[in-house]
């Protein structure tokens, strides 16, 4: 009897993912908790293990293949001590029927039946996604004729849609179909709505939106339109930290650890919070959450986006451990290697773009965390000391606030309890 794989859901809210990778192909032996494949979610590529024992008897989605939505069946398994079907290639038409209609079959195809995608010259498969089959059908389009601009080739939508004024008819002859793609494929993409404003195809280069960046966009445009924000900016004269910083990394040296400023930031967040337990809360409809441990949620640029992996229960972490974690979890972030609970459920985020040389900004909430802290560049900058004028080093810092759960003077407390563990770091350890 097969065994049906289907697409995981690698987190609560995942819909679809791109299957990135296959481990095995057709014929190989698996055991459970071997790795078969890998999965890309817009956040972070994942491996998917085998719970079944058996023989690899189909596999219906190709590697590279976009937007497979989760529990559809990806591949079949022979089970333990029975022999894969004879023919297993056939077992990927079906799924793909199932899916889209499919295209139609040149007409030099042999008599076994017909493959759902249309097979080139060489007799290798054209792939396409269901979206582009269908378009491609209800223009008259042939797709072996449709150069692939998607992962390994695949024709995706926007091949199709460029492929409309220049490319062959279905049933026009193999012969000239590869002269007649030429100019399609040359043809600028458009966009109508830069269009409308005056900007002529031709003069930009259009780069899809991958999954990451289609979450950032759909997750930003949701918090800023839907949750009402205000933002609290302070100053904090950090000489005294830097100072504590370079005693702390000097004892720490022979153990290979370098603590940041980033990372003193972190802890001071953390221990405020704790002392303000009305800041670490989220707005729910039934009612407020309280976190009983700070969380905290750091942003780090990765290719496509940015992603916000957690340093767990912060308040109970050494410096040297925060460190540690997380450069580990950095790294993995910028490899797409992280786990979905290592970035999923932070109670408090900081993004930190002083290393660019910013002075101060405002961020966008992630939701469903109350407030989000922006640290700015630490700069020298002139002060007023006991009526007299003095040069110390400064770093801005502004909090945006979840008005629904954190108010101007919740936000406010928690700066106010933030400023002394950055401006008097032995304070942390107190």
């Not at 007799?123 to 449709?146: Q, T």
Request: contains cysteine; neutral net charge; charged residues 20%.
């Amino acid at each position: 009897m097969s065994i049906d794989i289907l697409m995981p859901a690698l987190s609560p809210t995942m819909e679809e993912g791109t299957l990135a990778k296959w481990h095995v192909k057709v014929g190989d032996t698996v055991k459970a908790g071997d790795v078969i494949a890998e999965i890309e979610t817009d956040k972070a590529t994942m491996e998917v293990e085998a719970v079944d024992e058996g023989v690899v008897e189909a596999i219906l989605v190709e590697a590279g293949t976009e937007n497979v939505k989760v529990n559809a069946l990806i591949a079949k398994l022979a089970g333990e001590g029975e022999s894969p079907a004879p023919a297993p290639k056939a077992e990927a038409p079906k799924a793909a029927a199932a899916a889209a209609p499919a295209a139609a079959a040149p007409a030099a195809a042999p008599a076994a039946p017909a493959p759902a995608a249309p097979v080139a010259a060489d007799g290798s498969r054209v792939f396409a996604s269901p979206l582009a089959r269908r378009l491609a059908s209800a223009a008259g389009l042939d797709l072996k004729a449709i150069k692939g601009t998607g992962p390994h080739g695949r024709v995706v939508k926007s091949d199709v849609e460029a492929a409309k004024s220049g490319a062959p008819a279905a049933k026009a002859a193999p012969a000239s179909a590869p002269a007649a793609a030429a100019p399609a494929a040359a043809a600028p993409r458009q966009v109508q709505s830069l269009e409308q404003m005056g900007i002529p195809a031709g003069s930009y280069d259009l780069v899809p939106l991958d999954g990451m960046r289609k979450t950032i966009a759909r997750r930003m445009t949701e918090s800023f339109r839907d949750v009402p924000h205000f933002p609290l900016t302070i100053d904090l004269e950090i000489d005294a930290l830097l100072a504590a910083r370079a005693k702390i990394n000097g004892l720490l040296e022979k153990q290979g650890v370098k603590v940041s400023v980033n990372d003193i930031v972190i802890k001071a967040a953390a221990v405020a919070l704790k002392q303000v337990p009305e800041a670490n809360a989220s707005y729910t409809p039934e009612g407020i959450a309280m976190h009983h441990h700070a969380d905290i949620a750091v942003a780090v640029a990765v290719d496509g986006g940015l992603i916000t992996p957690i340093i767990r229960k912060a308040e109970t972490k050494g410096l040297a451990q925060i460190s540690a974690e997380m450069k580990d979890l950095a790294q993995r972030a910028k490899d797409k290697k992280l786990k979905p609970e290592e970035f999923q459920g932070g109670t408090f985020s900081i993004s930190n773009l002083g290393m660019f040389g910013i002075k101060s900004f405002a961020s966008i909430i992630n939701e469903p965390q109350g407030a989000i802290m922006s640290v700015g560049a630490g700069e020298q900058r002139p002060v007023v000391k006991n009526g007299q004028l003095a040069v110390a080093t400064v770093m801005t810092v502004t909090l945006t606030c979840d008005h629904r759960v954190v108010d101007g003077s919740v936000g406010a407390k928690f700066l106010a309890a933030f400023k002394p563990l950055i401006e008097e770091p032995l304070t942390l350890i107190v």
